[in-house]
Protein backbone atom coordinates (compact mmCIF):
# COMPACT_ATOMS: atom_id res chain seq x y z
CA UNK A 1 0.00 0.00 0.00
CA UNK A 2 1.10 3.42 -1.21
CA UNK A 3 2.06 5.89 1.90
CA UNK A 4 -0.63 7.75 2.93
CA UNK A 5 -0.71 12.46 2.46
CA UNK A 6 0.82 13.91 5.40
CA UNK A 7 -1.83 16.23 6.49
CA UNK A 8 -1.57 19.63 8.72
CA UNK A 9 -4.36 21.27 10.12
CA UNK A 10 -4.68 24.63 10.79
CA UNK A 11 -6.47 25.80 13.58
CA UNK A 12 -7.85 29.05 15.73
CA UNK A 13 -10.68 27.94 18.34
CA UNK A 14 -12.60 24.78 18.75
CA UNK A 15 -11.51 22.28 15.78
CA UNK A 16 -15.08 20.61 15.15
CA UNK A 17 -13.72 20.51 11.81
CA UNK A 18 -10.25 19.34 12.21
CA UNK A 19 -12.04 16.14 14.84
CA UNK A 20 -14.34 15.51 11.72
CA UNK A 21 -11.09 15.09 9.18
CA UNK A 22 -9.03 13.17 12.81
CA UNK A 23 -12.05 10.32 12.93
CA UNK A 24 -12.48 10.31 8.94
CA UNK A 25 -9.39 9.46 8.64
CA UNK A 26 -8.91 6.94 11.66
CA UNK A 27 -10.30 4.61 8.52
CA UNK A 28 -7.86 2.26 7.15
CA UNK A 29 -9.00 2.68 3.67
CA UNK A 30 -8.69 6.93 4.17
CA UNK A 31 -5.99 8.32 1.95
CA UNK A 32 -4.73 11.16 4.47
CA UNK A 33 -3.16 10.57 7.55
CA UNK A 34 -3.49 13.85 10.20
CA UNK A 35 0.22 14.12 11.24
CA UNK A 36 0.25 17.75 12.71
CA UNK A 37 -2.54 20.09 14.36
CA UNK A 38 -1.31 23.72 14.43
CA UNK A 39 -2.89 26.88 16.18
CA UNK A 40 -2.14 30.39 16.64
CA UNK A 41 -4.26 30.12 19.92
CA UNK A 42 -2.17 28.41 22.84
CA UNK A 43 -6.26 27.90 24.88
CA UNK A 44 -7.66 26.53 21.10
CA UNK A 45 -9.75 23.75 21.88
CA UNK A 46 -9.26 21.90 19.31
CA UNK A 47 -5.52 21.41 20.93
CA UNK A 48 -7.02 18.77 23.69
CA UNK A 49 -8.95 17.53 21.01
CA UNK A 50 -5.58 16.37 18.92
CA UNK A 51 -3.61 16.02 21.61
CA UNK A 52 -6.29 12.93 22.82
CA UNK A 53 -6.22 11.83 19.12
CA UNK A 54 -2.17 11.02 19.60
CA UNK A 55 -1.70 13.74 16.92
CA UNK A 56 1.43 16.40 16.84
CA UNK A 57 0.74 19.92 17.75
CA UNK A 58 2.42 22.59 17.30
CA UNK A 59 1.37 26.27 18.68
CA UNK A 60 3.12 29.86 17.74
CA UNK A 61 1.41 32.79 18.39
CA UNK A 62 1.20 35.23 15.77
CA UNK A 63 1.93 38.41 18.38
CA UNK A 64 5.27 36.76 18.71
CA UNK A 65 6.46 37.88 14.90
CA UNK A 66 7.34 41.65 13.54
CA UNK A 67 5.21 40.44 10.13
CA UNK A 68 2.65 38.53 8.65
CA UNK A 69 5.60 36.98 6.60
CA UNK A 70 8.12 36.14 9.60
CA UNK A 71 5.05 34.15 11.23
CA UNK A 72 4.21 32.55 7.70
CA UNK A 73 7.74 31.21 7.55
CA UNK A 74 7.64 29.85 10.81
CA UNK A 75 4.37 27.85 10.26
CA UNK A 76 5.96 26.81 6.51
CA UNK A 77 9.22 25.67 9.13
CA UNK A 78 6.99 23.48 11.09
CA UNK A 79 4.70 22.30 7.85
CA UNK A 80 8.17 20.82 6.49
CA UNK A 81 9.92 19.71 9.55
CA UNK A 82 7.01 17.61 9.99
CA UNK A 83 6.94 16.57 6.07
CA UNK A 84 3.52 18.04 5.33
CA UNK A 85 2.15 16.95 1.62
CA UNK A 86 -1.29 19.15 2.44
CA UNK A 87 -2.63 21.77 4.26
CA UNK A 88 -6.25 21.88 5.46
CA UNK A 89 -7.64 25.11 7.48
CA UNK A 90 -10.27 25.00 9.80
CA UNK A 91 -11.00 28.06 11.33
CA UNK A 92 -7.69 29.75 10.95
CA UNK A 93 -8.04 33.26 11.83
CA UNK A 94 -4.97 34.33 10.00
CA UNK A 95 -4.90 36.08 6.58
CA UNK A 96 -1.70 34.74 5.31
CA UNK A 97 0.94 36.48 2.95
CA UNK A 98 0.92 36.22 -0.65
CA UNK A 99 4.38 34.29 -0.96
CA UNK A 100 3.26 31.75 1.91
CA UNK A 101 0.18 31.07 0.28
CA UNK A 102 2.24 30.72 -3.66
CA UNK A 103 4.56 28.12 -2.06
CA UNK A 104 1.62 25.84 -0.87
CA UNK A 105 -0.72 26.61 -3.71
CA UNK A 106 -2.59 23.39 -4.67
CA UNK A 107 -1.91 22.15 -1.74
CA UNK A 108 -3.66 23.81 1.03
CA UNK A 109 -7.38 23.73 1.46
CA UNK A 110 -9.85 25.77 2.98
CA UNK A 111 -13.59 25.34 4.22
CA UNK A 112 -15.72 28.85 4.17
CA UNK A 113 -19.71 28.59 5.90
CA UNK A 114 -21.04 30.11 3.16
CA UNK A 115 -21.61 28.95 -0.74
CA UNK A 116 -19.14 30.88 -2.36
CA UNK A 117 -18.23 32.79 -4.08
CA UNK A 118 -21.62 34.63 -2.03
CA UNK A 119 -20.67 35.68 1.29
CA UNK A 120 -16.93 36.20 1.84
CA UNK A 121 -15.18 37.33 5.11
CA UNK A 122 -17.26 37.19 8.59
CA UNK A 123 -20.62 37.41 9.93
CA UNK A 124 -20.95 34.56 6.66
CA UNK A 125 -24.86 33.56 8.40
CA UNK A 126 -25.81 37.14 9.31
CA UNK A 127 -25.03 38.13 6.01
CA UNK A 128 -27.03 35.23 3.72
CA UNK A 129 -29.88 36.16 6.01
CA UNK A 130 -30.02 39.69 5.26
CA UNK A 131 -29.77 38.89 1.76
CA UNK A 132 -33.09 36.83 1.94
CA UNK A 133 -31.45 33.76 0.18
CA UNK A 134 -33.27 30.38 0.66
CA UNK A 135 -30.60 28.17 0.55
CA UNK A 136 -26.94 28.11 2.02
CA UNK A 137 -24.23 25.75 2.68
CA UNK A 138 -20.29 25.61 3.07
CA UNK A 139 -17.28 25.34 0.52
CA UNK A 140 -13.92 23.40 0.33
CA UNK A 141 -11.73 25.37 -1.98
CA UNK A 142 -8.04 25.43 -2.71
CA UNK A 143 -6.44 28.65 -1.01
CA UNK A 144 -5.38 31.47 -3.54
CA UNK A 145 -3.85 35.26 -1.79
CA UNK A 146 -7.16 36.76 -2.53
CA UNK A 147 -9.55 35.85 0.90
CA UNK A 148 -12.48 33.23 0.56
CA UNK A 149 -12.09 33.20 -3.87
CA UNK A 150 -10.26 29.82 -4.56
CA UNK A 151 -11.50 27.43 -7.07
CA UNK A 152 -13.86 25.36 -5.08
CA UNK A 153 -13.63 21.66 -4.54
CA UNK A 154 -16.77 20.57 -3.16
CA UNK A 155 -20.22 22.63 -2.06
CA UNK A 156 -22.93 20.96 0.42
CA UNK A 157 -26.11 23.17 0.30
CA UNK A 158 -28.97 23.79 3.18
CA UNK A 159 -32.12 25.35 3.40
CA UNK A 160 -32.50 29.10 5.11
CA UNK A 161 -35.69 28.28 6.88
CA UNK A 162 -38.44 31.12 7.76
CA UNK A 163 -37.34 33.02 11.15
CA UNK A 164 -33.56 31.12 10.95
CA UNK A 165 -31.35 32.86 13.54
CA UNK A 166 -27.81 33.19 12.59
CA UNK A 167 -26.79 30.44 15.46
CA UNK A 168 -29.78 28.55 13.59
CA UNK A 169 -28.18 28.29 10.52
CA UNK A 170 -24.65 28.16 11.89
CA UNK A 171 -25.44 24.88 13.11
CA UNK A 172 -27.06 23.26 10.38
CA UNK A 173 -24.10 24.35 7.97
CA UNK A 174 -21.95 22.91 10.38
CA UNK A 175 -23.49 19.32 10.29
CA UNK A 176 -22.60 19.74 5.98
CA UNK A 177 -18.71 21.10 7.01
CA UNK A 178 -17.87 18.00 9.07
CA UNK A 179 -19.36 15.62 5.91
CA UNK A 180 -18.25 17.75 3.34
CA UNK A 181 -14.32 18.54 4.59
CA UNK A 182 -13.29 14.98 4.89
CA UNK A 183 -15.20 14.60 1.41
CA UNK A 184 -12.71 16.85 0.20
CA UNK A 185 -9.71 16.01 1.00
CA UNK A 186 -10.21 12.51 0.37
CA UNK A 187 -10.82 14.03 -3.23
CA UNK A 188 -7.33 15.69 -3.53
CA UNK A 189 -5.34 12.86 -1.32
CA UNK A 190 -6.09 10.81 -3.53
CA UNK A 191 -5.52 13.18 -6.92
CA UNK A 192 -8.93 13.07 -8.32
CA UNK A 193 -9.14 16.98 -7.91
CA UNK A 194 -5.81 19.13 -8.68
CA UNK A 195 -5.65 22.35 -9.02
CA UNK A 196 -4.63 23.77 -12.55
CA UNK A 197 -4.45 27.01 -14.46
CA UNK A 198 -5.95 28.14 -11.81
CA UNK A 199 -9.27 26.02 -11.71
CA UNK A 200 -10.11 22.78 -9.61
CA UNK A 201 -9.81 19.58 -11.82
CA UNK A 202 -11.26 16.49 -11.47
CA UNK A 203 -8.96 13.81 -12.87
Known amino acids: MSAKTR ?30 MFSNVETAGGLDIARAAGIATTFLSHKAFASREDFDAAI ?34 NIHPSLLPSFKGVKVHEQAIAAGVRISGCTVHFMVPELD ?32 YPEALKLVAEGKVVLRDGRAVFV
Open 7 to 36: VAILISGRGSNMAALIEAAKAPDYPAEIAL
Open 149 to 180: SGPIIAQAAVPVLPGDTPEALAARVLEEEHKL
Open 76 to 109: DAALRDAKIDLVCEAGFMRIHSEGFVRKWEGRML
